[in-house]
C-alpha cells in the first residue's frame, strides 16, 4: 500500500510486555495501600513553618500587631509630676486652687518663701533663709531677732532658688488625695463602729480609732 | 491554596485570641462604676464626689515629705501602692431617698469575680455596710466600701495595693482645712442645705411676725 500504512503498522505493532511487568505493578499498589504513619504535632507544627511565605507572613503580623499594642500603651498616660517634673503653675491671690491650704498645714519652709515674697519681716528663724547661705536653706539660725537688717533685696530669689517651692497644682493635689483618703477612713471606721455597736454587751469591742 | 489560608489562619486566631484575652484580663480592675448614683447630685442635701488618679496620687506624693511629720510618713506609705480613689457620698434630709436597687447596683458589681468579702453588716438602725477587697493572689488589688445608711449612700473605691490598719489610723490625723476644698478641680461638695437656708429664713421671720399678733 502506501508508506503511510507501513507506518501506521509499525506504530499498531503489539509489543509484548515483559514478563515481571505485572509483578511490579502489584508490588507498587502494595506498596501504596500501606497507610502512612500520622504526623505527630510536632511534625505538624514544623509543616506549619516549612512553608516559608504565608508562615513568615503570619509571624510578621503577629509580631506587627505586637509592637503596635506596645507602642500604644507606652504612649498611654503615665503619672506625671514626680518630684521636680510637677507642673508649675503661677500662683495668683484669685485662684483658690493655687491658693495656700493654711498656715497650719504649711510647712515652715513655705510659710518663709511666703512671707519672703511678700516682703514682710520676721523674726530671726524665718529670716535665716534668705539669707545668702544658699546651700544651708531650712535650717533655724540661732541669732537673734535683728538679722532681717541684713537681708538683701536679692535674697528672696535666693531662698525661691534653694528651695523649690511645691506648685499650687500639687499642693491641691495633696489636699484631695487626703481627703479622698479621710473619708474612706472615716467610712471604715463607720463600719467598725457599726460592728463593735451590735455585738452583745458582754462581749469587749474593740477600741475604736480616736474621734 | 486552600490549605494554605488555613494554616495562615492556624496561626493567626490563636494569636489574637490570646491578644484578646490579655486585653481583657488588664481591664479587670478593682474600679467599680458609679455613675447610676449621679441622678442624686440634685436630690441630695450634700454631695461629695472625689476622683483621685493615679497621676494626681504622684503629684500629692511629690509634695509630702516623710522627714517633715510622721503622719506624712504614714501617708506616703499608704500612697505608694495607691493607683486611684474614688468617693461618691450624698446625704439626704430624710430616709428612704434612694431606692434599694440604687444600692444594688453598685453591690451588684461587688460580687463580681475577683471581689471578697470582708465585712457585710445589715442593721435595721444603722443601715447597711460592705467591706469588699478583690485580692491579686495575696497582695489586695482593690478595696470597695459601700455604706447605706438611712439619710446617706456613701460608695468608696480605692484602686491598688492598701493596707486596711494603716487606712484606718489616718482618721483624724490630717488637719487638712476646709478652707476652698469646695473649689478644688475634680472635688464636688456640693451643700443643697444652703440653698434651701435662705427661703427658710424668709420663712422663719413672717412667722415671728405673726405670733406676737
Known sequence: ??????????????????????AHV?????????????????QRLASVFAMPRLGYAAVGAMALLLIIIGIALLRSPRPAGVENNAPQVAISPGNPASEKPAAGNATPEQNASDKLKSGQPEDGTNASLSSTTAGHHAEPSSRP????????????????????????????????VLFALQITSE????????????????????????? | MKSQTRRFLKIILPGLLLVALAATASAQDA?????????????????????????????AKSVLNPKRSPNEAKIIDILSGLKGVYVKRFEFDKEG?????????????????????????????????????????????????????PRALTVVNVIGAIDLAKLRDLEGNFGIPKFGLEQ??????????????????????????????
Open chain 1, 1 to 22: 500500500m502506501s508508506r503511510l500504512d507501513d507506518e501506521l503498522k509499525i506504530a499498531f505493532q503489539r509489543q509484548e510486555p515483559p514478563a515481571d511487568f505485572a
Open chain 1, 145 to 176: 531677732g535683728g538679722s532681717h537688717r541684713l537681708i538683701s533685696h536679692r535674697a528672696p530669689v535666693v531662698a525661691q532658688q534653694s528651695q523649690p517651692q511645691p506648685s499650687a497644682e500639687a499642693l491641691a493635689a495633696k489636699e484631695k
Open chain 2, 184 to 213: 478644688m478641680p475634680g472635688i464636688t461638695v456640693h451643700d443643697n442645705r444652703k440653698d434651701k437656708q435662705p427661703q427658710d429664713e424668709q420663712k422663719k421671720p413672717q412667722d415671728e411676725q405673726k405670733k406676737p399678733q
Open chain 2, 97 to 149: 431617698s434612694y431606692a434599694a436597687a440604687d444600692v444594688e447596683y453598685i453591690r451588684s458589681q461587688l460580687s463580681g469575680p475577683g471581689w471578697e468579702h470582708i465585712a457585710n453588716v445589715r442593721s435595721k438602725r444603722e443601715g447597711s455596710y460592705d467591706v469588699v477587697l478583690m485580692y491579686e493572689g495575696t497582695i489586695i488589688k482593690g478595696l470597695a466600701v459601700l455604706a447605706a445608711e
Open chain 1, 26 to 42: 502489584l508490588a507498587r499498589l502494595n506498596e501504596a495501600s500501606v497507610p502512612q504513619a500520622r504526623p505527630t504535632v510536632w
Open chain 2, 31 to 59: 474600679r467599680i462604676q458609679m455613675s447610676q448614683l449621679d441622678r442624686f447630685n440634685d436630690l441630695a442635701d450634700k454631695v461629695i464626689s472625689i476622683d483621685v488618679n493615679e497621676s494626681l496620687i504622684n503629684l
Open chain 1, 187 to 211: 467610712t471604715l471606721n463607720d463600719v467598725q463602729r457599726v460592728i463593735s455597736d451590735d455585738r452583745p454587751q458582754d462581749e469587749k469591742p474593740e477600741p475604736v480609732q480616736k474621734r
